[in-house]
């Protein structure tokens, strides 16, 4: 029989298999998030849409590593990239900024590396972690060893550069060529059949890829080809136009490892048809280091899109947020140069706003727009689909309006002590956890739960008036996590109270799992056949007990720590507390020997505690 655990399991997976199934065919990062929003995993997809749902699909096939990952994620999210290259890149460098606990993190490959080229006409490329003053050229810094060696690898087989052991001149005319020149990957220095000037040449254009200047380059090359062309010397152009094609792949591989960009953020407002969304994407030292959206409710004219533009930055930068010395924006806003005055105040530095018309700027603009089109259509459908299953639960309640803020409620204890009570709050849809509450039960004595729940809502009813945001609002609709009893409790206290609110009990099955909603009459509605509802009343009710018996855990622990050691002598607060941060547990703390108790507090007070442990 499955656990509670297991089916609230059951519903999450089935909640975030919908979600990636609204992802993209696109490369891009996906960033796995545990209960408390921490990302836990980081991982790069060539199409997201397929790598993340596989993750939430046949979960009996994953490894022992992956099933411990997934049963630990409540959230995901996602950053578009133009090309799988760029989502490995982006993928380093989150895992280093967040170390995620269930990536591989390895601790030699830290820094960002250069790649060093000797002087010369036959120089040697390596990759090293920092420069030096040996008379070498060097060319970075590069985001991790791998995409320093990915982009070695790339320029060798773009410009036909050799890769193998042998000392040039040294070893020139002395060996057969080896299978890369017949395959067309190198020129065969060691043919003998390349001149100096001609290799030259070759080293030439390395080091300007190296510096970043693939566009003359490029042009260069196309201009060759062409000419090559006119003369009927077909063989020749279709070499160039081979070296061309493999340029412009390097560059491309080139675009976000470079340190050309630096410290920029790219905002993009995006306007669809039924929601509006502006994205962030944040640069640091030239790599993406992370993504904020912002979903706009309701269309936007392509008008607005400057003034909302400038009210989101004005917002957003008013927060403890770094401020870049560049800001690109996909429009023109009409007070830049205000903006560019104040932010150059704020940071202590020069800070320019500019919108990019071309160049790599313009791309990442581009890269900024295709995930603002991405959220603003995913934020569309699930609107639609939220909207489609408040509709259903209206009608399969046969409610009076339809349920915009819901809330949730359960109680916890063991065997009558540490009562306490839990309220969550839904709205449109979406788990509130900022109106999140928790009630410690004061009037009741043992085991009652309807008298706790008759407690908690009377506290809760009571503060309509207060100062609490969340109190302040009227639900639609509550959710009793139980039966008849507990929604004819609540029913009578609204009554007394004068509230006109429709209330409905949420019942399990024998597997823990929501089995049906149940009226104050004692009619029950059936789940099974409508998935969708199935699944948003299983959250609500997993939710609401989770945060129940978290309160409860919670105070539950604080009693018997402090009852454990409050009554030892020579033990305070102060020393409490440094037990507790260096043992983490009172069976820790029982278990210790003298001498390990000694080094953390004094020795008396180290006896005492060993005394009272061991005396018992």
Not at 47 to 76: C, E, I, P, Q, W
Not at 85 to 107: D, G, M, S
Not at 469 to 478: A, G, T, V
Request: proline residues 4%.
């Amino acid at each position: 029989m499955p656990s509670r655990q297991e089916g609230r399991a059951l519903v999450d997976i089935a909640m975030l298999r919908n979600k990636a199934n609204d992802l993209p065919l696109k490369p891009g990062v996906y960033m796995m998030k545990n209960e408390e929003g921490h990302i836990i995993y980081v991982g790069k997809a060539k199409a997201l849409k397929n790598r993340v749902t596989s993750y939430f699909r046949n979960t009996s096939g994953h490894t022992l590593k992956v099933a411990a990952m997934v049963r630990n994620v409540r959230d995901f999210e996602v950053i578009i990239t133009d090309t799988e290259f760029e989502a490995l890149v982006l993928e380093n460098n989150l895992i280093k900024q967040y170390t995620p606990k269930y990536n591989i993190l390895l601790r030699d490959d830290k820094g960002y590396p250069y790649i060093r080229v000797d002087k010369g006409i036959y120089p040697d490329y390596r990759v090293v972690p920092k420069p030096s003053e040996d008379g070498a050229d060097y060319y970075g810094p590069y985001n991790g060893r791998t995409v320093a060696f990915e982009v070695i690898n790339t320029l060798r087989s773009a410009l036909g550069i050799p890769s193998c052991k042998k000392k040039f001149p040294r070893d020139i005319g002395k060996t057969r060529p080896c299978i890369n020149r017949e395959i067309g990957k190198c020129v065969g220095l060691c043919t003998g059949d390349v001149s100096e000037e001609e290799f030259s040449g070759i080293t030439a254009e390395a080091r300007m890829l190296l510096r970043g200047e693939s566009e003359a380059l490029e042009a260069d090359i196309r201009k060759r080809m062409e000419a090559a062309a006119e003369e009927l010397d077909f063989e020749r152009a279709a070499k160039l136009r081979d070296k061309l094609r493999a340029v412009e792949k390097l560059r491309q591989k080139q675009k976000v490892s470079d340190a050309i960009v630096s410290d920029i953020d790219v905002i993009f407002a995006f306007a669809g048809e039924a929601r509006g969304c502006i994205a962030v994407l944040r640069y640091l030292g030239g790599n993406l280091s992370g993504k904020s959206v912002e979903i706009i409710d309701g269309s936007l004219e392509q008008e607005d899109i400057p003034g909302v533009l400038e009210e989101f930055i004005s917002q957003f930068y008013r927060q403890d947020v770094r401020i870049p010395p560049e800001i690109a924006l996909s429009h023109d806003i009409p007070s830049d140069e205000l903006y560019e005055r104040w932010f150059s105040e704020r940071a202590g530095k020069r800070v320019r706003i500019i919108n990019p018309k071309r160049g790599e700027k313009k791309k990442l603009l581009d890269m900024a727009y295709e995930n603002a089109a991405d959220e603003a259509r995913r934020a569309t459908d699930r609107e639609e689909r939220v909207s489609a299953v408040l509709e259903l639960l209206k009608n399969t309640a046969s409610l009076k309006r339809l349920p915009a803020r819901i809330e949730a409620y359960d109680i916890s204890n063991t065997a009558g002590a540490e009562n306490v009570g839990a309220m969550i709050v839904c709205e449109n849809g979406k788990l509130r956890k900022g109106h999140y509450r928790t009630f410690k039960i004061k009037t009741i004595d043992g085991q009652d739960d309807y008298g706790s729940m008759r407690e908690m809502l009377t506290r809760r009813f009571s503060e309509l008036s207060g100062n609490d945001e969340s109190f302040k609002r009227m639900p639609s609709l509550i959710l009793m996590d139980g039966g008849i009893g507990h929604v004819s409790t609540a029913l009578e206290v609204l009554r007394e109270l004068q509230i006109d609110c429709e209330v409905l009990g949420m019942v399990k099955d024998d597997h823990h799992r929501t089995r049906a909603l149940v009226r104050s009459d004692g009619g029950e509605m059936g789940l099974e056949t409508k998935p969708a509802l199935f699944r948003f009343i299983g959250t609500i009710q997993e939710e609401v007990h989770r945060f129940a018996i978290k309160y409860h855990s919670r105070l539950r622990m604080k009693k018997q720590t402090g009852s454990s050691l409050d009554t030892i002598p020579n033990i305070g607060p102060e020393r409490r507390k440094t037990l507790l941060r260096e043992f983490r547990t009172i069976e820790r703390i029982k278990a210790a020997s003298l001498e390990e108790l000694a080094r953390v507090i004094p020795k008396n007070a180290a006896k005492s505690v060993y005394d009272r442990f061991h005396q018992e």
